[in-house]
């Protein structure tokens, strides 16, 4: 008996400790998209009377959307659409409309801060809550712009920080979304990471499953404040804001790309109109347009002006809805360095992300053909470790966006920890008349086959080490040429003067 009960203690105390949540058995739903709950159909004037009639009778809860010469547009259940189509009665589903018809409290939301968090948010919506938060929180947002998209709509940048503090050795990480319009769920995950690092709850986790007990919640006081005292986080918002627009006003095909309907994440300069037939297009028309030429379009234009000056050392761009973290190089036939430092950060930044799918995130590189995209733009030139995450879900209804958006919550904040955290080289150089410089730097103990450059960061050039805690550089600036080396297992921060001597 005694033994048995050992036995047992022993077996339970193994799924204890052993048992790792699983997406099943928390929450989970392949339900990730707009039409998967809602149609838009359209009825002939002629035939209104009869489908008022008919809905009734059936207690159809139906809504009207809109209104044109000929027809009445409403919007309705999937489960009630398909209730009404085995009647005698002339439906049709609209292919293409605003998605302000599916999402049509939109409207509603907007008189207030409070309810417009509570939901998908168009451009207005956006610019309210950033600058409502920057009106809040003084010493930690400022707002830059950087500047006007071709439908005059401002391209602002998030500097979010203690401003009040002036910690020299403070690292500079980027964040964005809205590449793609359309993608209302990567404004989402940005939100919510100002909303918990300045201390604000947007979600109310308590109001979500029951077992969403291991969740990220809150970020304690003492943690944000180390976070903002040693990060300058840089944020665009909305890359994108005319294809935002159009996506909630327009067509829901029309938000994907720009106002001149280029398709910006394949526009940057680098691999711009690469051989692949499959990676991006020259016809104005497609999905997947490369643009005019490399870098033709304003919003890529800013951003890479802005990290030319500012740079970054870790960079998220945000897309949905593969569910996976892509790591650089993304286009095809470019090779990492060897070690391969974006791998090997990757694997720590996926830890305790949670999907809300039944497949939880991975790790991807080469997901699909691309060329011109800013993750390898940011990689190759200015030596910024840039990920893609493509959150989990499209477009669902905003009570199970919830879940993803609290899902992703484990990705951004590792990668915050991992740039106060890990161990690192900063270097700032000096010349002979102790002005600081920018040499030219190779490094020797890798395999590179890009190129890649190393931007600096206010004078200071910033190197994590990754698996490889030895670096050896070659530093080149005027006639002098210096080799130096250094094994690190923390933060070494040195100055280095090039003088002639
Ligand atoms: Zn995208």
Same mark, same amino acid.
């Given at each position: 008996m005694r033994f048995i009960?050992?036995?047992? @203690?022993?077996?339970? &105390?193994?799924?204890?400790?052993?048992?790792?949540?699983?997406?099943?058995?928390?929450?989970?739903?392949?339900?990730? #998209?707009?039409?998967?709950y809602y149609q838009i159909i359209k009825i002939s004037k002629n035939n209104y009377n009869n489908f008022i009639n008919l809905i009734e009778q059936k207690s159809i809860e139906i809504k009207k959307v809109h209104v044109d010469s000929s027809y009445v547009y409403f919007k309705i259940s999937h489960y009630d659409y398909h209730n009404l189509k085995q009647e005698n009665l002339s439906i049709e589903t609209v292919q293409d409309f605003p998605f302000i018809w599916w999402d049509n409290d939109l409207t509603l939301r907007k008189n207030s801060l409070k309810t417009m968090i509570e939901g998908y948010k168009d451009y207005e919506s956006i610019t309210k809550i950033i600058f409502f938060l920057k009106e809040k929180y003084p010493q930690w947002i400022r707002i830059k712009e950087l500047g006007k998209s071709y439908n005059n709509k401002s391209?602002?940048?998030? #500097? @979010?920080?203690? #401003?009040?503090?002036?910690?020299?050795?403070?690292?500079?990480?980027y964040f964005n979304a809205l590449h793609h319009g359309n993608e209302l769920l990567t404004i989402e995950y940005i939100l919510d990471m100002i909303f918990l690092l300045l201390g604000e709850s947007n979600i109310d986790i308590n109001q979500l499953?029951?077992?969403?007990?291991?969740s990220l919640k809150a970020i304690p006081l003492q943690e944000r404040e180390v976070i903002l005292n040693n990060l300058d986080i840089f944020i665009i918002p909305v890359v994108n804001p005319d294809g935002l627009d159009n996506f909630w006003y327009k067509s829901i095909h029309k938000g994907r790309k720009n106002y001149r309907n280029v398709d910006l994440n394949r526009n940057y300069p680098i +691999?711009?109109?690469? &051989?692949?037939? !499959? =990676?991006?297009?020259?016809?104005? !028309? &497609?999905? $997947?347009f490369r643009g005019f030429s490399p870098g033709s379009e304003k919003e890529v234009?800013?951003?890479?002006?802005?990290?030319?000056?500012? &740079?970054?050392?870790?960079?998220?761009?945000? #897309?949905? +809805? =593969?569910?996976?973290?892509?790591?650089?190089?993304?286009? !095809?036939?470019?090779?990492n360095p060897i070690p391969d430092r974006a791998l090997y950060f =990757?694997? $720590?930044?996926?830890?305790?992300?949670?999907? +809300? %799918?039944?497949?939880?995130?991975? @790790?991807?590189?080469k997901l699909y053909a691309v060329d011109g995209t800013d993750q390898d733009w940011i990689y190759n030139r200015t030596g910024c470790i840039a990920y893609i995450v493509e959150g989990s879900m499209n477009l669902p209804e905003y009570s199970v966006a919830k879940y993803s958006i609290i899902g992703l919550r484990p990705i951004w904040y590792n990668l915050l920890k991992i740039a106060l955290e890990e161990p690192r080289i900063e270097l700032e150089?000096?010349?002979?008349?102790?002005?600081?410089?920018?040499?030219?730097i190779t490094i020797n103990n890798y395999y590179i086959f890009e190129k890649e450059s190393f931007?600096?960061?206010?004078? %200071?050039?910033i190197f994590y080490l990754g698996p490889n805690k030895k670096l050896d550089i070659t530093i080149k600036y005027k006639n002098i040429e210096k080799n130096l080396q250094w094994e690190c297992l923390d933060i070494c921060r040195e100055k280095i003067y090039l003088t002639n001597i």
């Amino acid at each position: 008996m005694r033994f048995i009960l050992i036995l047992i @203690l022993i077996l339970s &105390s193994c799924t204890l400790t052993t048992k790792k949540r699983t997406t099943q058995e928390v929450f989970s739903t392949e339900k990730i #998209h707009w039409y998967q709950y809602y149609q838009i159909i359209k009825i002939s004037k002629n035939n209104y009377n009869n489908f008022i009639n008919l809905i009734e009778q059936k207690s159809i809860e139906i809504k009207k959307v809109h209104v044109d010469s000929s027809y009445v547009y409403f919007k309705i259940s999937h489960y009630d659409y398909h209730n009404l189509k085995q009647e005698n009665l002339s439906i049709e589903t609209v292919q293409d409309f605003p998605f302000i018809w599916w999402d049509n409290d939109l409207t509603l939301r907007k008189n207030s801060l409070k309810t417009m968090i509570e939901g998908y948010k168009d451009y207005e919506s956006i610019t309210k809550i950033i600058f409502f938060l920057k009106e809040k929180y003084p010493q930690w947002i400022r707002i830059k712009e950087l500047g006007k998209s071709y439908n005059n709509k401002s391209i602002y940048l998030v #500097h @979010l920080t203690n #401003h009040q503090n002036n910690n020299p050795y403070k690292i500079p990480v980027y964040f964005n979304a809205l590449h793609h319009g359309n993608e209302l769920l990567t404004i989402e995950y940005i939100l919510d990471m100002i909303f918990l690092l300045l201390g604000e709850s947007n979600i109310d986790i308590n109001q979500l499953n029951s077992l969403q007990q291991n969740s990220l919640k809150a970020i304690p006081l003492q943690e944000r404040e180390v976070i903002l005292n040693n990060l300058d986080i840089f944020i665009i918002p909305v890359v994108n804001p005319d294809g935002l627009d159009n996506f909630w006003y327009k067509s829901i095909h029309k938000g994907r790309k720009n106002y001149r309907n280029v398709d910006l994440n394949r526009n940057y300069p680098i +691999y711009w109109n690469s &051989s692949s037939l !499959e =990676a991006s297009s020259s016809l104005v !028309e &497609s999905y $997947k347009f490369r643009g005019f030429s490399p870098g033709s379009e304003k919003e890529v234009q800013y951003i890479i002006n802005f990290l030319k000056n500012d &740079s970054c050392n870790f960079a998220i761009s945000y #897309h949905t +809805y =593969a569910n996976k973290i892509l790591i650089p190089y993304t286009i !095809e036939h470019l090779w990492n360095p060897i070690p391969d430092r974006a791998l090997y950060f =990757a694997k $720590k930044i996926l830890q305790n992300s949670f999907s +809300y %799918r039944a497949k939880n995130y991975e @790790l991807a590189r080469k997901l699909y053909a691309v060329d011109g995209t800013d993750q390898d733009w940011i990689y190759n030139r200015t030596g910024c470790i840039a990920y893609i995450v493509e959150g989990s879900m499209n477009l669902p209804e905003y009570s199970v966006a919830k879940y993803s958006i609290i899902g992703l919550r484990p990705i951004w904040y590792n990668l915050l920890k991992i740039a106060l955290e890990e161990p690192r080289i900063e270097l700032e150089f000096f010349d002979n008349k102790n002005q600081p410089i920018k040499p030219d730097i190779t490094i020797n103990n890798y395999y590179i086959f890009e190129k890649e450059s190393f931007s600096f960061y206010k004078n %200071r050039w910033i190197f994590y080490l990754g698996p490889n805690k030895k670096l050896d550089i070659t530093i080149k600036y005027k006639n002098i040429e210096k080799n130096l080396q250094w094994e690190c297992l923390d933060i070494c921060r040195e100055k280095i003067y090039l003088t002639n001597i």
